[in-house]
């Protein structure tokens, strides 16, 4: 039996980015492919001529629309292979999705959520290449292969500014620095300079890095709860980055869900099991007991499938069930969920057994 449970987060870095940036991709495909088959409702209802037209314009793309998401596709499982070569499992390609039949719509979303999912990736690498320069270094990957033909060739500051592009504008004393080292001769000085900038890249890099994988371990939390079945209260990425607190529950857990605490300083999550009440009672409910019997039966699944995905929790303290109270929350102040929102009223089925 369990109540009350708190775990340290630990997040294979790069496996976290890739597995939130797949997650990404598939609900933009999701709603493109919606989008897609609203177009062809409305197409439906046009007239003979006017099908016959869009038909053929959209014949004359389809070619065009093949061999770039062929092109797009091969680009991002190039990307992948870098990223295997730097630790992330090779298995992460398997999960690409794969490309609609000749439906001009749907392939131009693929195509859309494809290039997306390619510039995030490459994104993603070009930060590595940033902050772990001499570990990227040793792996023999070819920068070319990720930066614009320009960096290549401008510049002294461009070498290091390139790979953090993606990042946006940079910082007044990044910028100064890059600069002066741009204005000045070669010798010790633009060395000296050169050194500086590379050490502000690495950091900014670095900040903009663990940010990323606070937002991504958000990302992935909340999705393994629901391809585990939970509904889950919508919450903000920023969860992992901030601090704050996000609750799901089964559908038929009546009014029992539980919360999830996260503490970005101290790297940890606590979940524990709470009661949603109109007035608070004063008696322990055998149903409490039930709640979280259940919780404590499916926690494991929960931190198996996390750790496919690159988050392990390490458990630090762990509360029998009863041990503690569980806590009882206004309802108010609880998120409601679907069948709660249908409901018209308060009904038995509230106290139903959640065994």
């Not at 797009?72 to 999705?97: F, H, I, K, N, Y």
């Not at 790297?267 to 109109?278: C, E, G, L, Q, Y």
Request: proline share 5%; hydrophobic share 45%; glycine share 6%.
């Amino acid at each position: 039996m369990s109540g009350p449970t708190g775990a340290i987060i630990v997040a294979e870095p790069l496996a976290v980015l890739i597995s939130a940036l797949l997650t990404r991709a598939a609900e933009a495909l999701r709603e493109g492919y919606a989008e897609a088959e609203r177009l062809g409702e409305a197409h439906r209802q046009e007239t003979a001529a006017t099908r016959q037209s869009q038909q053929e314009a959209a014949t004359r793309s389809l070619a065009e629309l093949q061999t770039e998401a062929q092109r797009t596709e091969a680009e991002t499982r190039d990307l992948l292979a870098l990223a295997a070569r730097l630790g992330v499992p090779q298995a992460a390609s398997a999960r690409l999705p794969a490309a609609p039949g000749a439906d001009a719509p749907a392939l131009a979303a693929y195509l859309r959520a494809m290039e997306n999912l390619r510039q995030a990736l490459r994104g993603m690498l070009l930060t590595e290449a940033a902050r772990r320069q001499e570990v990227f270094a040793d792996t023999g990957i070819d920068l070319a292969a990720l930066l614009p033909t320009e960096a290549l060739a401008g510049p002294p500051s461009q070498r290091w500014l390139s790979r953090i592009a993606h990042l946006g504008s940079l910082p007044k004393e990044l910028a100064e620095l890059a600069r002066e080292l741009d204005a000045c001769l070669p010798g010790e000085r633009a060395a000296l300079l050169a050194t500086e900038l590379r050490l502000q890249v690495q950091r900014l890099a670095e900040e903009a890095h663990q940010q990323a994988v606070q937002e991504a371990t958000g990302v992935v939390v909340e999705q393994t709860l629901k391809e585990l079945g939970y509904q889950v209260e919508p919450i903000a990425e920023t969860i992992f980055v901030s601090g704050g607190t996000m609750h799901f529950r089964r559908a038929d857990w009546g009014d029992y869900m539980v919360r999830l605490r996260a503490d970005p300083k101290s790297k940890t999550v606590n979940f524990n099991v709470v009661r949603a009440v109109d007035v608070a009672q004063a008696e322990v409910s055998e149903l409490d007991h039930l709640a979280e019997d259940r919780w404590c039966a499916e926690f494991p699944a929960l931190l198996k499938a996390l750790e496919v995905q690159g988050v392990t929790l390490q458990v630090t303290r762990r509360l029998e069930a009863g041990e503690v109270p569980v806590q009882q929350v206004q309802r108010s102040q609880l998120p409601q969920f679907a069948d709660e929102e249908a409901a018209p009223g308060r009904r038995a089925a509230r106290l139903r057994s959640l065994t």
